[in-house]
C-alpha cells in the first residue's frame, strides 16, 4: 500500500526529515501588514521574527486553503497512493482540521487526522519500515 504523509507548516520539520521521509508539507498562510505569506515558501522564520523587530504589525496565521488540500489530495491519487495520514495541529487550536474535513469530502480519498511533530515522525517510521517488509 502506498501511504502518503501530510502536514503543514506549523510541524517546523527540517528540510532533511521532509526529504527523508517524503513528507508533503502545506505552508500556513501569515498575514503581516496586510500582505499574505507562505511559511516556508515566500517567507522564513528568521524573516518573520526580523519583521518583528522592525516593527510590522504582529502576525496573524489562518489554515491552509482548502483548494491546496484538495489539489494536494488528488495529486496523490493520479500518483498511486491509496491512503493520506495528515497530521495537523489540534482542532482546539486551529482550524486546520476543519479545513481538512471538508477538503477531504470534497476529495476522493480517505483521511486520518492526529496531532502533530512527534506523531508525524514515528508515522513515518512505521511507513518506511512496513514498505521495507513488502
Known amino acids: ?20 521521509y517524503n513528507i508533503k508539507v502545506i505552508p500556513i498562510p501569515i498575514y503581516i501588514d496586510d500582505k499574505e505569506y507562505l511559511e516556508g515558501i515566500n517567507i522564513t522564520s528568521e ?25 494536494t489530495f488528488d495529486n496523490f491519487k493520479d ?5 493520506i495520514i495528515y497530521i495537523c ?3 482546539g487550536i486551529s482550524g486546520s482540521y476543519s479545513t481538512l474535513m471538508g477538503g477531504s ?3 476522493t480519498r480517505t483521511t486520518t487526522c492526529t496531532r502533530l511533530t ?4 514515528f ?9 521495507q517488509l513488502r
Not at 47 to 71: N, V, Y
Not at 79 to 83: D, K, L, N, T
Not at 123 to 131: D, E, H, L
Request: charged letters at 25%; a positive charge.
Open 123 to 131: 508515522a513515518c517510521r512505521v511507513t518506511k519500515f512496513w514498505q
Open 47 to 71: 524573516e518573520l521574527f526580523e519583521s518583528q523587530r522592525s516593527g510590522s504589525s504582529f502576525p496573524t496565521t489562518s489554515q491552509p486553503k482548502m483548494g491546496d488540500l484538495i489539489t
Open 105 to 107: 469530502r470534497k476529495a
Open 89 to 91: 495541529l489540534s482542532s
Open 1 to 20: 500500500m502506498k501511504i502518503a504523509l501530510v502536514t503543514d507548516s506549523t510541524a517546523n520539520l527540517s528540510a532533511a526529515e521532509i526529504e527523508k
Open 118 to 121: 512527534h506523531k508525524l515522525l
Open 79 to 83: 500518483e498511486g497512493y491509496e491512503a
